[in-house]
């Protein structure tokens, strides 16, 4: 069974940080990408950084490149996201998400999410 | 980088069919992908590459495409269809993942 379980969510300061882990189970993590999807209060899903199995392949969105940084533990089968510059903005649930790659399907269906960890929470408020 | 329309409501009676849109604003090979969020809970894919399903999803729900629009079709509908629905595409210029704005499904 595939699991993926988040962890390190919290409250911190608009300028604090804070990193976010993804603990994963159930698959071959050393074969997929990757992802963070997070959804403010009340808000639709969006993407936020993905990372492909090696390593050289990591892309972010616009709202949070250069703050944010996405690794990955291949022998520790984890996701990491460091969070620096917090801004309000930010406050959301983060969702860790098994994303399938191009090595897997070919590439016109590459790319979605077809597992979600259950979420981690991040509130940056003063 | 794209930019994924979607309805924000679509109502239906139970046992009727719901149909939503998701709309590109500029033509790409690839494909879109469905996710299904009901409140409280994380999402979960329901339609990939347009229009194969993942093991598990009910035959209810299925995916077409026509020049730049997207549909999800849910057939049958019952009161635990409703939720919201997302489209997403990977746009291989940006390297960018996007989702549509999503969509409400009532059933009435």
């Known amino acids: 069974e595939v699991r993926l379980v988040e962890s390190g969510g919290g409250l911190v300061k608009p300028g604090g940080s804070l990193r976010l882990s993804c603990a994963a189970s159930g698959f071959n993590f050393n074969i997929y990408y990757m992802a963070w999807v997070r959804q403010a209060p009340g808000k639709g899903l969006e993407w936020v950084s993905s990372?492909?199995?090696?390593?050289?392949?990591?892309d972010y969105a616009d709202s949070v490149k250069g703050r944010f940084t996405i690794s990955r533990d291949n022998a520790e089968n984890s996701l990491y996201l460091q969070m620096n510059s917090l801004r309000a903005e930010d406050t959301a649930v983060y969702y860790c998400a098994r994303e399938v790659g191009e090595d897997i399907v070919i590439v016109p269906a590459a790319h979605h999410f077809d597992y979600w960890g259950q979420g981690v929470l991040a509130s940056v408020s003063s | 980088s794209y930019v994924l329309t979607q309805p924000p409501s679509v109502s239906v009676a139970p046992g009727e069919t719901a149909m939503i849109a998701c709309g590109r604003d500029k033509t790409g090979t690839n494909g879109v992908h469905w996710y299904q969020q009901k409140p409280g809970q994380a999402p979960v894919l329901v339609i990939y590459?347009?229009?194969d399903r993942p093991s598990g999803i009910p035959e209810r729900f299925s995916g077409s495409y026509s020049g730049n629009t997207a549909t999800l079709t849910i057939t049958r509908v019952e009161a635990g269809d409703e939720a919201d629905y997302y489209c997403?595409?990977?746009?291989?210029?940006?390297?960018?993942?996007?989702f549509g704005g999503g969509t409400k499904l009532t059933v009435l």
């Open positions: 997403q595409v990977w746009d291989s210029d940006s390297g960018h993942r996007v």
């Open positions: 590459y347009d229009v």
């Open positions: 990372i492909s199995p090696s390593t050289n392949d990591i």
